[in-house]
Every structure is written in structure tokens, then in C-alpha cells.
T-cell receptor
């Protein structure tokens, strides 16, 4: 059973460009979470999605960031007009059932560098 | 709101030493508690978990006991190995949709 897959693993963007990060959850998992890890810090929740629905986006910046989880295909985290402060590792996690009582399975992350 | 306070690092130990990484939490209700481990350049892996008071989670020689009276979930291992070198994160779940993480503790084990 393949784990959570994320691509690309490393992404370099110039300031002002767009970044698209993809996440394919584990087979059978319909709940996806995105977290951001700034250097030397813990993970901070960004957004929680189910298929075709955003359930909780309380941790996501109001501007430039968006997320989707379509009926078909991976979940996408999109960052428009990237700035240097967006440089971080972005982790996706999935679970078979929603809510914090259930363990989440993490992907290897996408390390975004904004130059 | 929910929060997790984790022992500051970095922690450096010799092989076969005893390990304790402290973790305390603030939460409403009865959250589930987790320890995750992150090896260099990789994502987080679940190490162990406990879902109710007095539960003990254990895996690969690591243990942590859910202490409701002290709101703690300290990670322990009796004899660490070089391969245990990693960053360890305490996390809290429960009624919130997401996990709330501590800031992480870097552990280095020297041969």
C-alpha cells in the first residue's frame, strides 16, 4: 500500500511566480491536511479538505494561498505571487477518518525555496 | 485554544543513555496525544499514541504515558541508539480537525 505521495520534492521559484504543490493521499483515505514547517520550527496547520470540500482553512493565509481536493486527482496547494517568507517545507497528511483522534499519515514534503 | 509545550533542544546523548523528552499540553476535553519522529530530509512518522488518560503508548523501545493530572505526555527510552537521532514532535489531536504540534526536539546520539 503506497504511502502519501507529494510532488515535487523540491521546488524553486522566483519572487512573484506561482507554486503548485501536489499531494496524493494513501489509498482509501479521503481526508487531507496541509501543514507548513518553517525552518527550525514545528508544523503549523494550514487547511483540512475532503473530496471537493474545504472543511477548515483557519490556518491558511487569506491572500495568495488556496487549496483544493477534486473528485479525481491529487490535492493541490497553490501559492500565488510567492515571496521569500513562503520558503518552507509543506507537508501533506491523510487519514481514513476526519478529526484529531485519528492518526495522520504524512508525505515526504515539498521543500519550497523562493529566490 | 490547544497548545503543546515541548522540551527545548537540542539534546545530545551517548549511545545506551536514558532519554526523556518532556511534553505538556493545554486543551479542552480529552485529546488524543501523539509522538512523531522526523528523520533528516523526510516527512513525519508516527512513533506512538495514546487516546485516553493513563494509556501508555509504546513502539521501538519508546514509551509515553498520558497523564491527565499533569497534562503531560513525556517520551522515554531506556537505551538510545545512534539510529534514534532525529527530531521528535509531540502533538495533540481530539476535537480539533487538525493536529497541534510542539516545536520539536532535536536528538543526537553519539557512538
Amino acid at each position: 500500500n503506497a504511502g502519501v505521495m507529494q510532488n515535487p520534492r523540491h521546488l524553486v521559484r522566483r519572487r512573484g511566480q506561482e507554486a503548485r504543490l501536489r499531494c496524493s493521499p494513501m489509498k482509501g483515505h479521503s481526508h487531507v491536511y496541509w501543514y507548513r514547517q518553517l525552518p527550525e520550527e514545528g508544523l503549523k496547520f494550514m487547511v483540512y479538505l475532503q473530496k471537493e470540500n474545504i472543511i477548515d482553512e483557519s490556518g491558511m493565509p487569506k491572500e495568495r494561498f488556496s487549496a483544493e481536493f477534486p473528485k479525481e486527482g491529487p490535492s493541490i496547494l497553490r501559492i500565488q505571487q510567492v515571496v521569500r517568507g513562503d520558503s518552507a517545507a509543506y507537508f501533506c497528511a491523510s487519514s481514513p477518518t476526519g478529526g484529531g483522534d485519528y492518526e495522520q499519515y504524512f508525505g515526504p514534503g515539498t521543500r519550497l525555496t523562493v529566490t | 485554544g490547544n497548545s503543546v509545550t515541548q522540551m527545548e533542544g537540542p539534546v545530545t546523548l551517548s549511545e545506551e543513555a536514558f532519554l526523556t523528552i518532556n511534553c505538556t499540553y493545554t486543551a479542552t476535553g480529552y485529546p488524543s496525544l501523539f509522538w512523531y519522529v522526523q528523520y533528516p530530509g523526510e516527512g513525519l512518522q508516527l512513533l506512538l499514541k495514546a487516546t485516553k488518560a493513563d494509556d501508555k503508548g509504546s513502539n521501538k523501545g519508546f514509551e509515553a504515558t498520558y497523564r491527565k493530572e499533569t497534562t503531560s505526555f513525556h517520551l522515554e527510552k531506556g537505551s538510545v541508539q545512534v539510529s534514534d537521532s532525529a527530531v521528535y514532535f509531540c502533538a495533540l489531536g481530539g476535537s480539533a480537525r487538525q493536529l497541534t504540534f510542539g516545536s520539536g526536539t532535536q536528538l543526537t546520539v553519539l557512538p
